[in-house]
Nanobody, 125 residues
């Protein structure tokens, strides 16, 4: 069955870095765009980034542009989110999700059909 498993979260000081991984199984990763989302307690879920199926196009929320980098290795069935210059406001549970298309939407919206269980990122100030 389709499964997405996030890893790499943790506790980091402000200004530090983390790299999240999203391991995919049960489908051909190279056919789908993948998005990263986050949700902090009391907040709505927000889109963070999206990468097209072959990695040719990437999109970012304004809040993370220039600090986060999304990438993918379809041969390893994994999508990554490199997070640098982390801030306290980046604290959230981060999720990866499969978009029902090979392409992303520039506003990070659209239909996502499978989600991972999430990984917690905590940035101390």
């Amino acid at each position: 069955q389709v499964e997405l498993v996030e890893s790499g979260g943790g506790l980091v000081q402000s200004g530090g870095s983390l790299r999240l991984s999203c391991a995919a199984s049960g489908f051909t990763l190279g056919y789908y765009a993948i998005g990263w989302f986050r949700q902090a307690p009391g907040n709505e879920r927000e889109g963070v980034s999206c990468i097209s199926s072959r990695g040719l196009s990437t999109y970012y929320a304004d809040s993370v542009k220039g600090r986060f980098t999304i990438s993918r290795d379809n041969a390893k069935n994994t999508v990554y989110l490199q997070m640098d210059s982390l801030k306290a406001e980046d604290t959230a549970t981060y999720y990866c999700a499969r978009r029902r298309s090979h392409a992303c939407s520039a506003n990070l919206g659209g239909e996502y059909d499978y989600w991972g269980q999430g990984t917690q990122v905590t940035v101390s100030s």
